[in-house]
């Protein structure tokens, strides 16, 4: 069984669209895929409709979170699986971070016309075609003004990794939790140890969360070393997360590959019997 939890769709900052993302999952040898937007379920039913035989799909979201509970507030992305998405909390609160996105980017864009860079704000909206709008929008433009030539170019401190950057307006991360819980879903912290994002939060917050619902810890990420992966392995095995595995496919926008990193079936298992909010489909 290849299951893949983690993917992003145009619906986001993927470059494939719900209805080539279930097809590609297929042609990659997946049983099963799990649709993970930013912020948003807006991809969940093209994706079902066009779901190949043979292919199971979980429905999903990454929310955007932060913890302010340190010296500083870090930034953190939460998964959450199953939940019923016309639960009108959660789907409103989305709205909201949807909503703050896009005044953030737009203020990104600013930023850069004061450097005289002139990226437009209509481009950024026009590629992001009525999805969750994010920095690797605003990096596709600067790859067309052949200011940098990959996303992660445009990533480093000189471009949107800090000079450029806006913070997001996101949910504060308890919050989260108890969003996805009401709604009958099923929260997995997304690459707790990716150090290359930022500042990674400390395990005392990972015990919190797990004391507040938290079910699983993502463990096999394209953005965690070897030793941060047994880490994460040790602390969910100690607090009794489960431990997920998956690509975080992005489509061009990064370079790994759909089905690169997979979760156990049983971990699967084990999330299909605790969502309630909404089916695995297939
Ligand atoms: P945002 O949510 O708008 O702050 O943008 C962050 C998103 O960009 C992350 O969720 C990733 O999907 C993507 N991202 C972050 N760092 C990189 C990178 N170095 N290269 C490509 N994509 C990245
Ligand atoms: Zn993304
Ligand atoms: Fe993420
Ligand atoms: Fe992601």
Same mark, same amino acid.
């Given at each position: 069984?290849?299951?893949?939890?983690?993917?992003?769709?145009?619906?986001s900052?993927?470059?494939?669209?719900?209805?080539?993302?279930?097809?590609?999952?297929?042609?990659?040898?997946?049983?099963?895929?799990?649709?993970?937007?930013h912020d948003t379920?807006?991809?969940?039913?093209?994706?079902?409709?066009?779901?190949?035989?043979?292919?199971?799909?979980?429905?999903?979201a990454e929310l955007s979170c932060r913890?302010?509970?340190?010296?500083?507030?870090?930034?953190?992305?939460?998964?959450?699986?199953?939940?019923?998405?016309?639960?009108?909390?959660l789907a409103g609160e989305l709205a909201r971070v949807r909503m703050a996105r896009e005044t953030r &980017?737009?203020?990104?864009?600013?930023?850069?016309? @004061? $450097?005289?860079? #002139?990226?437009?704000? !209509? *481009?950024?909206? %026009?590629?992001?075609?009525?999805?969750t709008v994010g920095?690797?929008?605003?990096?596709?433009?600067?790859?067309?003004?052949?200011?940098?030539?990959?996303?992660?170019?445009?990533?480093?401190?000189?471009?949107?990794?800090?000079?450029?950057?806006?913070?997001k307006e996101d949910l504060?991360?308890?919050?989260a939790?108890?969003l996805?819980?009401?709604?009958?879903?099923?929260?997995?912290?997304?690459?707790?140890?990716?150090?290359?994002?930022?500042?990674?939060?400390?395990?005392?917050?990972?015990?919190?969360? &797990?004391?507040?619902?938290?079910?699983?810890?993502? @463990? $096999?990420?394209? #953005?965690?070393?070897? !030793? *941060?992966?047994? %880490?994460?392995?040790?602390?969910?095995?100690?607090?009794?997360?489960?431990?997920?595995?998956?690509?975080?496919?992005?489509?061009?926008?990064?370079?790994?590959?759909?089905?690169?990193?997979?979760?156990?079936?049983?971990?699967?298992?084990?999330?299909?019997?605790?969502?309630?909010?909404?089916?695995?489909?297939?």
């Open positions: 069984m290849q299951i893949d939890l983690h993917a992003h769709s145009t619906a900052d993927g470059t494939s669209t719900p209805v080539e993302l279930v097809a590609e999952a297929a042609a990659a040898g997946l049983d099963v895929v799990a649709l993970t937007d379920t807006a991809g969940w039913s093209a994706a079902a409709e066009a779901r190949p035989d043979g292919l199971a799909l979980v429905p999903g913890w302010r509970g340190g010296p500083w507030p870090i930034s953190l992305h939460l998964l959450a699986y199953l939940f019923d998405p016309s639960d009108p909390t &980017a737009e203020r990104m864009v600013e930023l850069m016309h @004061a $450097d005289g860079i #002139d990226v437009t704000w !209509e *481009e950024i909206l %026009q590629d992001a075609a009525g999805g920095r690797p929008h605003l990096a596709k433009a600067l790859i067309r003004r052949g200011l940098v030539t990959t996303v992660t170019e445009a990533f480093e401190p000189q471009w949107l990794g800090t000079r450029y950057r806006v913070p504060d991360v308890f919050a939790l108890r996805v819980l009401d709604a009958g879903g099923v929260p997995v912290f997304a690459h707790p140890r990716a150090s290359v994002r930022g500042p990674v939060v400390p395990d005392s917050l990972i015990i919190e969360m &797990a004391g507040a619902g938290l079910f699983g810890l993502e @463990a $096999d990420h394209t #953005d965690h070393n070897p !030793e *941060e992966r047994a %880490q994460i392995r040790a602390l969910a095995g100690e607090l009794g997360l489960v431990v997920t595995g998956s690509s975080d496919y992005h489509g061009t926008n990064k370079t790994v590959r759909l089905g690169a990193r997979t979760t156990a079936p049983e971990v699967l298992e084990r999330i299909t019997a605790a969502g309630h909010g909404s089916n695995v489909l297939g």
